[in-house]
């Protein structure tokens, strides 16, 4: 592990890691979104987070740290996330509309960590903001073989791969940046769906369109209970 990467505890106990850290990253993301990072003190995270400021450097070495493993944590989810939701699936166009739902919920479970990724990734040291932008872009590497899989299947037209997962990017990220202007309008389901309607289907083929359709009724279909 690099010294980029590597955020080092004097407690060795993982699962109190785990459990320490995400207190107190919880704690950091709210005031980092609500006033900066900047003006935001140790002091202050370990009030928010209720405990001592020795605690913290005991779980971290420095404020860098905290905002690094905030931003990575959001990164692995997504990493961990849309592979998981994919699984099992079969069919290109379904699992490209699963992927952009997955994306979707991830943002909407960590809307204001996803907000901080924008405003302070620049605030981490060089070597970190690296592996930051190679998180997202393995995140978009994922959606870009989904489209990939879509183009060479005959269900969407030639594209520029790389643009359209920026886009279907740029979309999911859109929830939790203008989730203000968004919040009164649409419900999360709402949102994916007319995205899908906007970034997917108008670059179908008929045999795209049919796929779609046929996945679209059997997710509507009533589901028989076991009996």
Request: hydrophobic share 40%.
């Amino acid at each position: 592990m690099s010294s980029a990467e590597s955020v080092k505890s004097v407690v060795t106990d993982p699962k109190l890691v785990e459990e320490r850290r995400h207190q107190i990253i919880s704690a950091a993301t709210k005031l980092f979104s609500e006033q900066g990072y900047y003006t935001t003190t140790i002091l202050q995270i370990a009030r928010e987070a209720k405990v001592s400021t020795g605690l913290i450097y005991q779980y971290f070495g420095d404020k860098d740290d905290i905002l690094f493993l905030t931003l990575k944590n959001v990164l692995d989810t997504y990493e961990q996330e849309i592979p998981r939701q994919i699984e099992g699936l079969t069919h290109p166009v379904e699992r490209l509309c699963r992927a952009v739902w997955a994306y979707c919920a991830v943002v909407d479970a960590q809307r204001e960590a996803t907000v901080l990724a924008y405003r302070s990734t620049k605030s981490l040291r060089a070597d970190r903001r690296v592996l930051i932008k190679d998180g997202e872009t393995r995140t978009n590497r994922m959606i870009e073989k989904s489209i990939r899989a879509c183009t060479t299947g005959g269900f969407m037209r030639p594209v520029n791969e790389y643009l359209l997962g920026y886009q279907i990017v740029n979309f999911a990220h859109a929830w939790a940046l203008k989730h203000w202007a968004f919040d009164d309008r649409f419900s999360l389901a709402e949102y994916v769906e007319e995205g899908l309607q906007l970034l997917v289907e108008p670059f179908l083929t008929a045999k795209g369109k049919t796929a779609l359709a046929k996945i679209a009724k059997n997710a509507d279909a009533p589901q028989q209970q076991p009996g």
